[in-house]
């Protein structure tokens, strides 16, 4: 069984200038290098007609887990996340990730619907989170969906920055 949650992020920046960063591995190096206090990498990357498909390897450090994960790990997790970002049509689009969290039974996968004008976009994720432990899995689960929460917005902080330091 898995637990579905939804957030919602605005970025203050154009959607043209959100795509463009999207599509553009510089943009997820430093995604990688800043949204944990351990720097991550951009394992592959590809951009072709307007899409990108980014696979990222991040370190979840302890302190950002719910108590109830830290209980039972003994250090950072390691994130493979696979993100699709498709060409946008009419200023908005929907990107597919994927996440599996190495050596865990969790692992987590969306869509975020993406929808912009020429001063803000949103962000609106899907989220579907997956704890694979008999019993506690459920329990869990909506503790790993509120710390993607506050990771998801701590994203769109580093987007708004990275958009305004380079494009």
Known sequence: MATRSEN????NQPIDKVHEA???????AYIAANLS???GEVNEFSAADGSADVTLFEVL???VLPEAV???????LKVKRVVNVPAFNNNAGTINYLADVKGTPVDFKGTIAVNGDDTATTFAYSNEVSVNIPFMGPAIEPKVADALGELFG??????EKWISENL
């Open 8 to 11: 919602t992020i605005t970025i």
């Open 22 to 28: 999207l599509t553009t591995e510089a943009y997820w």
């Open 37 to 39: 206090p351990e720097a």
């Open 61 to 63: 450090p302890l302190d």
């Open 70 to 76: 830290r209980a039972m790990i003994s250090q950072a």
């Open 154 to 159: 701590n994203e769109g902080a580093l987007t």
